[in-house]
C-alpha cells in the first residue's frame, strides 16, 4: 500500500527528491521501500521509467539499497535548502555576489563610508576633501587607523585657508566642520583707494553708482581707460579722503562678432556600441573583471561611467561598477551648402553674443556676410549697439611709494 508525505517544514529542510527506476523494476524499488520503512508519495509510470517522491536523505538510503540488490536507481533533487545550494554552486556568479555581500556586511563597521563638510568660507568642498584624503580621511579608510586630534592640528598647522576644523566619525560617516581662514590681501595688493575708469569706447547714459565721485557726464563720449568716477571724495569738512568706488557707468557701446564655418567638414555615424570593459569599485580600489580585447579598428571612443549603489536618504555608497563603453563610428568627409553655413553661422555668433553680453540692453543689430580669405568658410560679422556697464575697478594709493 502506498504511504502518503506531504511537502512540509521537514521537506524544506531536508530536500525532496525523485528516485526513478526502470519500468520493470518499480515492484523492487517499493519492496525497497516498504523493507527500510520509508514514506514515498506520487508514484509514476511511463514506457521509460518509473519513479516515487521522498525525503533527499531517504532517497539516497534507499538508492543504496537498489544497488545492492542489482537495481540501478537514479535520485534527482526538485525542492529544499540541498536543491538551492545544488544550484547555487553550478553559478559562480551567485557565490561571487554572496561572498561580496558577507565581505562589505562585515567591513561596513570598520571603515568610513562617506565624508559630509560644512564650511563657512569660500573653500570648496573639493578642496577640503583633498586636503582630508592626504591626512586619511576618505570614503574605505580604516576607523582604527585614524588619529583624529593628530589630524585636526596637522591640517590647521598646514592650512593658510582653514582657521579650525572638526572631524566627528559616527558610525560610517566623517562628520566635518570648517571654519576658513579670514586671509588679508597680499602686501603689494594694499591701496587707499579704487577709481571706476572705462573699460571700452562708449558714450555714457547713466550712473547707477553705491560709492565714488562721478567725473564723466551724461552723453560725453569717452575712450578706454577714461576715468570715469573717482574714489577721491570731497567731504566739505574734513578734506578729501579716499574711498572705493563702487557701482555701474551705463554707456551706449558698439561690439563687433564674427564667426567662420568652414564648408568643408568631416562628420561621424555610430556604427556599433559595446561594453569593453567593467571594474569593480570598492571604496577607492577599482579592479578590472572583465576587458574585451580583439579589436583592431581606429575610429572609437571609450567612455566610462561609474554605477554606484544608492543607500537611505539616496546617499551614495563607495561600491558599484565602473563601465567602459566603445562607442564605433566612421569618418566621412562632407561639403556644406551656403545656407547650411549660413544657418549655423547665425547660432553661433548669436550664442556669442548673449554669453558676452548677458546684462546688456540690445539696441539694434547688423549682420554683414563676407567672403573668407581662401574662400572655404561662410564668415559672418555682427555689429551690435547696447547700453552696458562700462566701469572696470582701479586701486590707487594717494602717497605711492
Not at 64 to 81: H, Q, S
Not at 133 to 153: E, F, S
Request: net charge negative; charged share 25%; with cysteine.
Amino acid at each position: 500500500m502506498e504511504k502518503r508525505r506531504n511537502k512540509s517544514f521537514e521537506g524544506a529542510i531536508l530536500g525532496e527528491a525523485h528516485i526513478s527506476v526502470k519500468p520493470d523494476d518499480l515492484l523492487p524499488l517499493l519492496n525497497v521501500l516498504l523493507e527500510l520503512g520509508e514514506s514515498y508519495r506520487n508514484i509514476r509510470k511511463d514506457d521509460e521509467e518509473a519513479s516515487v517522491d521522498l525525503a533527499y536523505p531517504a532517497a539516497i538510503k534507499v538508492a543504496a539499497r537498489c544497488r545492492e540488490n542489482g537495481i540501478n536507481a537514479d535520485v534527482e533533487l526538485y525542492f529544499g535548502i540541498p536543491y538551492l545550494l545544488s544550484r547555487v554552486v553550478r553559478r559562480p556568479g551567485i557565490i561571487a555576489g554572496i561572498l561580496a555581500a558577507i565581505i562589505i556586511i562585515s567591513l561596513s563597521g570598520t571603515v568610513i563610508w562617506d565624508v559630509r563638510i560644512e564650511c563657512d568660507g569660500e573653500t570648496s568642498e573639493e578642496e577640503i576633501k583633498e586636503l582630508l584624503a592626504a591626512h586619511g580621511v576618505y570614503p574605505g579608510a580604516k576607523k582604527a587607523h585614524l588619529d583624529i586630534g593628530r589630524i585636526q592640528a596637522d591640517i590647521e598647522s598646514e592650512s593658510r585657508e582653514i582657521a579650525w576644523i572638526s572631524v566627528n566619525v559616527i558610525g560610517t560617516v566623517a562628520y566635518v566642520e570648517v571654519i576658513a581662514e579670514v586671509i588679508p590681501p597680499p602686501e603689494g595688493e594694499i591701496y587707499d583707494g579704487v577709481n571706476l575708469v572705462a573699460s571700452r569706447d562708449g558714450v555714457i547714459t547713466g550712473f547707477e553708482l553705491i560709492a565714488g565721485e562721478p567725473v564723466a557726464e551724461i552723453g560725453l563720449t569717452v575712450k578706454k581707460g577714461d576715468l570715469l568716477v573717482s574714489g577721491l571724495y570731497d567731504s566739505k569738512r574734513f578734506g578729501y579722503r579716499a574711498v572705493e568706488a563702487e557701482g555701474c557707468v551705463l554707456a551706449r557701446t558698439e561690439e563687433v562678432f564674427s564667426v567662420e564655418i568652414p564648408l568643408e567638414y568631416t562628420s561621424r555615424s555610430a556604427v556599433e556600441s559595446e561594453i569593453c570593459e567593467i571594474s569593480l569599485i570598492f571604496f577607492a580600489l577599482r579592479q578590472k573583471i572583465f576587458k574585451k580585447g580583439g579589436f583592431s579598428g581606429t575610429s572609437y571612443d571609450i567612455i566610462y561611467s561609474d554605477i554606484y549603489i544608492y543607500s537611505y536618504g539616496d546617499k551614495t555608497l563607495p561600491v558599484g561598477l565602473s563601465v567602459g563603453r566603445r562607442n564605433i563610428y566612421t569618418e566621412e568627409v562632407k561639403m556644406r551648402s551656403t545656407d547650411e553655413a549660413r544657418d549655423l553661422a547665425y547660432l553661433e555668433i548669436n550664442r556669442q553674443i548673449l554669453s558676452a553680453l548677458p546684462d546688456a540692453e540690445i539696441l539694434s543689430r547688423s549682420y554683414a556676410a563676407e567672403e573668407s580669405a581662401d574662400g572655404a568658410a561662410y564668415r559672418l560679422v555682427c555689429r551690435v549697439n547696447c547700453i552696458r556697464d562700462i566701469a572696470e575697478a582701479k586701486p590707487f594709493n594717494i602717497n605711492p611709494s
